[in-house]
Nanobody
Framework: QVQLVESGGGLVQAGGSLRLACTASDRTFSRHNMAWFRQAPGQEREFVAAYTWSGGITYFLDSVKGRFTISRNTAKTTVVLQMNSLKPEDTAVYYC????????????????????WGQGTQVTVSS
């Protein structure tokens, strides 16, 4: 069974940094776009960032642009979300996801286009 395993997260003060990592158990995910979503209490899950399977192209939620970066290892099986200048409104459970469709041209920000999900990791930013 294909798994996405997340690590990182935790509690940090506003202005601090955290690093989230997600590793796929199956190398076939090297051909899938990988993304991060987040869900705050009482809110819908929202797209945060993505890195294309083809490499080098990234997408970000407007509110995290300039603060978050996303990268992928050479084998394309691990994707890292580096979060800097964190704000209390970044508090949420963060989920790693892999696009359902391999070799997709472009990135989808829709939950329905991602069939593979990690277990989620809590990020809490205190003021």
């Amino acid at each position: 069974q294909v798994q996405l395993v997340e690590s990182g997260g935790g509690l940090v003060q506003a202005g601090g940094s955290l690093r989230l990592a997600c590793t796929a158990s199956d190398r076939t995910f090297s051909r899938h776009n990988m993304a991060w979503f987040r869900q705050a209490p009482g809110q819908e899950r929202e797209f945060v960032a993505a890195y294309t399977w083809s490499g080098g192209i990234t997408y970000f939620l407007d509110s995290v642009k300039g603060r978050f970066t996303i990268s992928r290892n050479t084998a394309k099986t691990t994707v890292v979300l580096q979060m800097n200048s964190l704000k209390p409104e970044d508090t949420a459970v963060y989920y790693c996801a892999a696009d359902t469709l391999p070799l997709r041209n472009g990135v989808s920000e829709s939950l329905g286009e991602y069939d593979y999900w990690g277990q989620g990791t809590q990020v809490t930013v205190s003021s």
